[in-house]
Structure formats: structure tokens, C-alpha cells
């Protein structure tokens, strides 16, 4: 096994983790109540947002492990930069919706 293919199990083990979290785990909890990731109460539009990059994650890390090359159209950005892209929309995703549910305009 060499040295790419350990980092694109690295790469698929992280997009898991990070998908199974965001389904797994409760977005809110208010009160004495606690929230899915796809409540109407809860986070449904950040969760929905959050649950298709996280898939997106999880299939471009399957096609980085088989070594399947992926090329966005003229701009030659490969697999590794569309990783990154997805990472860094899910993480903005994430913190916003933390900013709106703890500035208070989330509650009743």
C-alpha cells in the first residue's frame, strides 16, 4: 500500500466520520429537546444543506481510493481541490447555523 492510496483511506475514513456525525447527531438542543439533522425545529435547511456535501464527500474520497481520475472541466481542478471545496462549505455551513441558533433570532 502506498503513500496515496493511505491518504485517500484517510480522506474517505474523515468524509465518513464527518456524514455519519451530521446524520447521527443532534443539531439542537433547546431546552429539554433535542433536534435531528433534518427537524423542522431543528436544523432542517442547514441539515439538508450539510447532509448532500457530506455525500458529495464520501463519493469524491471513493473515486480518490480508486484512483479514478477527476478533472473539473478546463480549470484542471482534481479531486483533491473539489475535497477541499466541499470541506470548507460544509464547515461555513455548520458555523452559521451555530451563529444563528446562539445569537437567539432562532427562538420562539
Request: proline share 0%; glycine share 10%; net charge neutral.
Amino acid at each position: 500500500m502506498n503513500a496515496v492510496r493511505v491518504l485517500a483511506l484517510v480522506r474517505l475514513v474523515m468524509s465518513s466520520l464527518f456524514l455519519w456525525m451530521v446524520l447521527a447527531g443532534n443539531w439542537v438542543n433547546y431546552k429539554n429537546e433535542s433536534f435531528s439533522v433534518f427537524d423542522s425545529s431543528g436544523g432542517s435547511g442547514f441539515g439538508v444543506v450539510v447532509t448532500i456535501l457530506g455525500v458529495l464527500m464520501v463519493i469524491i474520497s471513493l473515486l480518490m481510493l480508486s484512483e479514478h481520475e477527476i478533472k473539473l472541466g478546463k480549470l484542471a481542478v482534481g479531486g483533491g481541490q473539489i475535497l477541499l471545496i466541499l470541506s470548507v462549505a460544509a464547515f461555513t455551513t455548520i458555523l452559521s447555523f451555530l451563529i444563528i441558533v446562539h445569537s437567539g433570532a432562532f427562538r420562539d
